[in-house]
Structure formats: structure tokens, C-alpha cells
Nanobody, 115 residues
């Protein structure tokens, strides 16, 4: 059973930074893609950033230039560096690992951007 454990959420002021981590129980190269999704209060979950097994990355337009997804294969961990945070980035952020016919999710971590 695949397990994804997120960490790094919290409360930050506008303009601040946070780094989220997602540690997988096995090799991250078992998955076609890994990524981060978020669900703002009262809204549907949306993709934020993804990274493929080949290293291709994609971002939702609202975070381009501010967020960076990366990975450390030795630690089986995917990161989301979030800079210049805005109140509208407030959400529960969840890690996803996808392979054919299967999706795995972490438990989610709260990110709150507020002064």
C-alpha cells in the first residue's frame, strides 16, 4: 500500500514562503506523475503543480513564477516551494501520486496566508 505523508504547512503572512514536503513509502519513479493539489475553503480541489517521472513540470497559471515543484529521488520526496504567498493561496494542500489506473493521496496539510 502506497503511503504519502505531507508536512510543512502552517500560517504565514502575505509575501512569505513555505515549503511543503511529500514523502512516499516507495520509489517515486513508480509513478507516472506526482503533484500537489489544493482545495480552498468552499471550493473544489484544483491541481497546483505536477512533475512527471521524466522531470517535466506543469503549474496552474496562478502560481507560475511563485511556486516550484521539485523532487529528491534518494529521499522519495517531492517538494513544493511556495514564495510570495497570497491570501488566495489559502487552502488544504494534498500530495498526489498517479500511475495507470491508480491515484494515491496524502492526508493534506493546511496552508493559511493571513496577516
Amino acid at each position: 500500500q502506497v503511503q504519502l505523508v505531507e508536512s510543512g504547512g502552517g500560517l504565514v503572512q502575505p509575501g512569505g514562503s513555505l515549503r511543503l514536503s511529500c514523502a512516499a513509502s516507495g520509489s517515486i519513479f513508480l509513478f507516472n506523475t506526482m503533484g500537489w493539489y489544493r482545495q480552498p475553503p468552499g471550493k473544489q480541489r484544483e491541481p497546483v503543480a505536477t512533475i512527471s517521472s521524466g522531470g517535466s513540470v506543469n503549474y496552474v497559471d496562478s502560481v507560475k513564477g511563485r511556486f516550484t515543484i521539485s523532487r529528491d529521488s534518494a529521499k522519495n520526496t517531492v517538494y513544493l516551494q511556495m514564495n510570495s504567498l497570497k491570501p488566495e493561496d489559502t487552502a488544504v494542500y494534498s500530495c498526489n501520486a498517479h500511475r495507470t489506473f491508480s491515484d494515491y493521496w496524502g492526508q493534506g496539510t493546511q496552508v493559511t496566508v493571513s496577516s
